[in-house]
């Protein structure tokens, strides 16, 4: 495969790619489910009303407890 055509792929293969997680982030968010993201080493959450925040929401929480509690 020529390198061209390589870097074609790839750049088509990271379009797909990025489309399809702005879909789940906006699907996820429809549903109530705050999206999560780390920069730097710290998490973030986008909640479904659009507030970026670092606290966790109680979803998440529940789910922790859920998680120790196995």
């Known amino acids: 495969m020529k ?4 870097i074609a792929l790839g750049m088509e293969i990271l379009r797909i790619g990025n489309k ?3 879909e789940a982030q ?4 429809k ?11 710290v998490i973030f ?3 479904p009303d659009g ?8 979803e998440y929480k529940k789910i922790d407890k859920l ?3 196995r």
């Open 3 to 6: 390198r061209i055509n390589k």
């Open 20 to 22: 399809a997680v702005k």
């Open 26 to 29: 906006i699907d996820s968010l």
């Open 31 to 41: 549903r109530g489910i705050p999206n999560v993201y780390s920069l730097n080493g």
């Open 45 to 47: 959450y986008q909640l």
């Open 51 to 58: 507030t970026i925040t670092t606290e966790q929401p109680e």
């Open 67 to 69: 998680l120790k509690n």
